[in-house]
């Protein structure tokens, strides 16, 4: 049996600080992410230097470039689980939702819920049933679900519930609110699992903002948090191939019209991008200057407007900007 969410009020306390910037469309950038320390290339730079102008080019259709010298950490989500309810029944369930949970997949839940209006709890039945998840029926007991005040993460909350009942188990989610509040419960047992997001996650345990932990490589990212979570009474499990993190983005045209799909190539083919983002962007080290000293992008105006909110992708599509900060996961990235 699955009892559905509800929110505990008393719990639901201040801002959301879970992925790099945060996720389900109210992200910021995490201040415990660390520095990027990898330098562009001197072809790169070179050819930055030397590239043609590419201007904004307006249209409806958001594409991801991507990131492929990984200027941003691996915030792929991973469950969390409070070590006396980590069985490893539990864990293979939970490793079989995240071998089907893919970027694509994440951006179409956040769709449904975000755009087309669906409720999180009609998603995540939809999405399990769809999915054919391989789960033997070996469960026994109650698991409570603990979500973020936000719709991704419910929505996350809801497929774990959902999977876990097919297995047997009697599951509630609990709608709590930030890291801070409902890590404490995790702890304590209040609740048994929690979807997370590796890199932040990591970055959050660890607590020394003037050290970097997690990397763009998620292997790596996972051996830094599993010691931290033991050290917590926690378990994670298996890391979905599903990430929720910082991203840049252009419109559909610019890639047809320039022939670019990844940051590198932007560096070599563009020089003079207009980048639109948060107003902190050119102080942020996974924002301008990431790109800059990175990819070697040149960048020759920044224009302020939000964190992967409604200001940058309308001056993405619009034309306004080339290229903007958006979060990786946004249901406005699915296909047209």
Not at 101 to 112: W, Y
Not at 150 to 177: H, K, P, Q, W
Not at 307 to 323: F, H, M, Q, S, V
């Amino acid at each position: 049996m699955h009892t559905r969410p509800y929110t505990l009020a008393a719990l639901a306390v201040a801002s959301l600080a879970l992925t790099a910037c945060s996720s389900g469309g109210t992200n910021e950038e995490s201040p415990t992410a660390g520095t990027s320390d990898s330098p562009a290339t001197s072809e790169s730079a070179t050819a930055g230097a030397t590239a043609q102008e590419c201007l904004p080019v307006p249209g409806d259709q958001l594409v991801v470039l991507e990131d492929d010298m990984e200027l941003q950490n691996s915030d792929n989500i991973i469950p969390a689980l409070n070590a006396d309810a980590a069985s490893q029944d539990v864990l293979d369930v939970l490793a079989a939702v995240a071998g089907a949970l893919d970027t694509p997949t994440l951006i179409e839940l956040n769709k449904s819920v975000d755009i087309d209006r669906q409720t999180s709890e009609e998603v995540a039945e939809a999405w399990v049933e769809q999915a054919a998840l391989d789960i033997a029926e070996t469960g026994d007991g109650s698991l409570t679900i603990g979500a973020a005040n936000f719709s991704e993460n419910i929505t996350l909350a809801e497929i774990y519930a959902d999977a876990l009942d097919m297995a047997g188990y009697d599951t509630e989610v609990r709608e709590i609110g930030n890291r801070e509040t409902y890590l404490p419960a995790l702890e304590s047992g209040e609740i048994d699992i929690v979807p997370e997001y590796a890199a932040t996650f990591t970055e959050f345990l660890e607590g020394d903002v003037e050290t970097a932990v997690a990397s763009g490589d998620i292997t790596e990212t996972v051996a830094a948090l599993e010691p931290l979570a033991e050290e917590r009474g926690l378990v994670v499990g298996e890391p979905a191939e599903a990430q929720d993190q910082n991203a840049f983005a252009v419109t559909q045209g610019f890639v047809d019209q320039y022939g670019v799909t990844t940051l590198s190539q932007l560096a070599e083919s563009c020089g003079g991008i207009v980048l639109g983002g948060p107003p902190e962007c050119p102080e942020r080290p996974f924002c301008q200057p990431g790109l800059e000293d990175t990819y070697g992008i040149e960048v020759a105006e920044f224009r302020s407007l939000d964190a992967g909110g409604p200001l940058t992708k309308n001056a993405i599509t619009t034309g306004e900007i080339a290229l903007g900060l958006v979060f990786s996961s946004d249901g406005a990235l699915a296909t047209n």
